[in-house]
């Protein structure tokens, strides 16, 4: 099991998928489904995808937003 980091600066400024699955505990293939699909932003580089921490605080605060908006209904 990998070692969630114990705030957003531990984090580093670009991540893998692989560091992806445990900061949002999710298993690979929803870990690629948030990537492919867009909902967390992504670039290519040297053949391999990577996200920057800036856009995963991004999907966080979206969802917990949109979930704010649901319960408000």
Same mark, same amino acid.
Request: charged fraction near 25%; charge should be negative.
């Given at each position: 099991?990998?070692?969630?980091?114990?705030?957003?600066?531990?984090?580093?400024?670009?991540?893998?998928?692989?560091?992806?699955?445990?900061?949002?505990?999710?298993?690979?293939?929803?870990?690629?489904?948030?990537?492919?699909? #867009? +909902? !967390? /932003?992504?670039?290519?580089?040297? #053949? +391999? !995808? /990577?996200?920057?921490?800036?856009?995963? +605080?991004?999907?966080?605060?979206?969802?917990?937003?949109?979930?704010?908006?649901?319960?408000?209904?």
């Amino acid at each position: 099991m990998t070692k969630r980091p114990a705030s957003f600066d531990d984090l580093p400024l670009v991540l893998k998928v692989e560091e992806l699955m445990p900061l949002l505990d999710v298993g690979k293939n929803t870990a690629y489904d948030l990537v492919n699909s #867009g +909902q !967390i /932003r992504s670039v290519w580089v040297g #053949g +391999q !995808i /990577r996200i920057l921490k800036y856009d995963v +605080q991004a999907f966080l605060e979206h969802s917990c937003d949109s979930h704010k908006d649901a319960l408000s209904k």
